[in-house]
């Protein structure tokens, strides 16, 4: 049922003229993950080259680091997550989305969530959540990150919490206490405790119980 409604939506955004970027598309990116299963929606910001290219979000340098931290904390890409992000066709130069790419594709964003209907929604940096959020001046990313908020989404409250960005880890290397890397862990575990509290994961990270 939710695949077929998805597929729908798949189509009109597949064939939408509603921006510039249609021109300069390969590829419109959708989606990632499995709808059936999916308890939580994860936005990213907007496809890169790789993703561009191949039609998934979240395949190159950035994605392969986010599936480590999902990996890490027991959350399973294929299973746990419905991909996606705030504009289905990338950028050129890989530049931030502008506001007016972002109107023109927040219609598909928000009919996938009130498809998926998720448990939480996960906003992958600034320029996911600041499309269902305004942030005055003082709320920086590192602020806001790691906090549950409700978020409204066409008229329904989501449970949501901002994590950085994984283009941002992969310009900050340290595991340090406090660093970006071990927040990212933190605020990972932490979703996985609330949203998957009988999954426990080994040192392998094999599923040893639901
Ligand atoms: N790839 C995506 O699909 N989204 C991002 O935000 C970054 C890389």
């Known amino acids: 049922m939710k695949k077929n409604c998805l597929e729908i939506v798949r189509q009109k955004c597949e064939s939408c003229?509603?921006?510039?970027l249609a021109k300069s598309r390969n590829n419109v990116v959708f989606?990632?993950?499995n709808p059936s299963t999916a308890k939580i929606v994860l936005i990213g910001e907007a496809p890169g080259e790789m993703e561009d290219e191949c039609?998934?979000?979240f395949?190159?340098?950035?994605?392969q680091l986010l599936n480590e931290f999902l990996a890490d904390a027991g959350i399973s890409r294929d299973e746990d997550l419905y991909i996606i992000n705030t504009v289905k066709c990338r950028p050129p130069e890989n530049r931030v989305p502008t506001d007016e790419e972002k109107s023109a594709c927040h219609k598909?964003?928000?009919?996938?969530?009130?498809?998926?209907k998720p448990q939480a929604i996960i906003l992958c940096g600034a320029t996911?959540?600041?499309s269902f959020v305004e942030l005055d001046k003082k709320q920086t990313i590192s602020k806001v990150r790691?906090?549950?908020?409700?978020?409204?989404?066409?008229?329904?409250?989501?449970?949501a919490m901002t994590i950085f960005h994984p283009s941002y880890l992969l310009r900050n290397h340290s595991m340090e206490e406090g660093s970006p890397r071990r927040l990212m862990q933190q605020d990972l575990s932490e979703i996985k405790n609330t949203i998957f509290p009988d999954k426990i994961i080994d040192e392998n990270r094999e599923l040893v119980m639901l």
Do not use: H, T
């Open 17 to 20: 003229n509603g921006c510039a």
């Open 128 to 130: 996911a959540l600041k």
């Open 31 to 33: 989606s990632d993950g």
């Open 59 to 63: 395949v190159g340098r950035a994605g």
């Open 146 to 159: 790691g906090k549950w908020m409700n978020i409204m989404v066409d008229g329904v409250e989501y449970k």
């Open 55 to 57: 039609g998934r979000p």
């Open 108 to 116: 598909f964003l928000v009919a996938q969530i009130d498809i998926i």
